[in-house]
C-alpha cells in the first residue's frame, strides 16, 4: 500500500528565514515523488517532481530512498511562498498520486 | 493548450437530494481522467479515476459514482446525498504516462464547493 505522511498540518516562518516542508512516504517498490502547490485562489499545481531534479521557484527536493523521505526546501522564504503544499507519490505505472494531508505554508512578513 | 473545466462553482443541496457534477477538457484527445475529494485536514482523496470511454475505476467505497460518456468528459454522480457528501471536488486529467514511461502530471480544474444541508 502506498502512503504519504506530512506530519506539519501548519508551518509559519518569516520572510528571508529557511523553510523545510517534511514529506515520507511508504511505498514497497521505486516511487515517483512530487511536490503540488495551492495558492490562494489558484489552482493546484505541479511545483516539482523528483525525476527532473529541477529547482522551481527557489524550491528543492531530493529523494532520499534510505529514510523514504522527499523534504521540500527553499534557503530564503518568500511572502508570496504562502500555499497549501502536499506531496504525492505515483507507485508502478499505474499512474494515479497518492497525497498527503497537505502543510499550510504562512511566511509573514 | 489544453483547459479543464468544472461546473458548477458551488452547489448547496439538501439531504438525499441527487447530484450531477461535471468536469470537461478541451485540447486533448483520450486523457486519463480524475475525481478528488479535497477535505480540510484530510489532503486529496482519489475517488475515481478513468483510462477511457466507459472505463471507470472507484478508489473508495462511497455513495457516489462516477461516468464517462464521451472523451473528455466525466460525470460524478450521487442518487441520494448525504451529509457527509460535502467538500470540495477537483477533478483533474493526466495523459497518464510519458513517454520515458514515468507519470505525468496532473492538470487540476478549479473545483466544486459542495454543501449538502
Known amino acids: 500500500a502506498q502512503r504519504v505522511t506530512q506530519p506539519e498540518k501548519l508551518l509559519s516562518v518569516f520572510k528571508g528565514a529557511p523553510v523545510e516542508l517534511k514529506c515520507n512516504y511508504s511505498y514497497s517498490g521505486s516511487p515517483e515523488l512530487f511536490w503540488y502547490v495551492q495558492y490562494s485562489r489558484q489552482r493546484l499545481q505541479l511545483l516539482l517532481r523528483h525525476i527532473s531534479r529541477e529547482s522551481i521557484k527557489g524550491f528543492t527536493a531530493d529523494l532520499n530512498k534510505g529514510e523514504t523521505s522527499f523534504h521540500l526546501k527553499k534557503p530564503f522564504a518568500q511572502e508570496e511562498d504562502s500555499a497549501m503544499y502536499y506531496c504525492?507519490?505515483?507507485?508502478?505505472?499505474?499512474?494515479?498520486?497518492?497525497f498527503g494531508k497537505g502543510t499550510l505554508l504562512t511566511v509573514n512578513p | 493548450s489544453q483547459t479543464i473545466h468544472q461546473w458548477p462553482a458551488t452547489l448547496v443541496q439538501p439531504v438525499g437530494s441527487p447530484l450531477s457534477l461535471e468536469c470537461t477538457v478541451e485540447g486533448t484527445s483520450n486523457p486519463n481522467l480524475y475525481w478528488y475529494r479535497q477535505a480540510a485536514g484530510r489532503g486529496l482523496q482519489l475517488l475515481f479515476y478513468?483510462?477511457?470511454?466507459?472505463?471507470i475505476s472507484s478508489e473508495v467505497p462511497q455513495n457516489l459514482s462516477a461516468s464517462r460518456p464521451q472523451d473528455r468528459q466525466f460525470i460524478l454522480s450521487s442518487k441520494k446525498l448525504l451529509l457527509s457528501d460535502s467538500g470540495f471536488y477537483l477533478c483533474?486529467?493526466?495523459?497518464?504516462?510519458?513517454?520515458?514511461?514515468?507519470?505525468?502530471?496532473?492538470?487540476f480544474g478549479p473545483g466544486t464547493r459542495l454543501t449538502v444541508l
Open positions: 483533474a486529467w493526466s495523459v497518464g504516462l510519458t513517454s520515458g514511461g514515468f507519470t505525468d502530471t496532473q492538470y
Open positions: 478513468s483510462v477511457g470511454i466507459g472505463q
Open positions: 504525492a507519490l505515483s507507485g508502478g505505472s499505474n499512474y494515479k498520486l497518492t
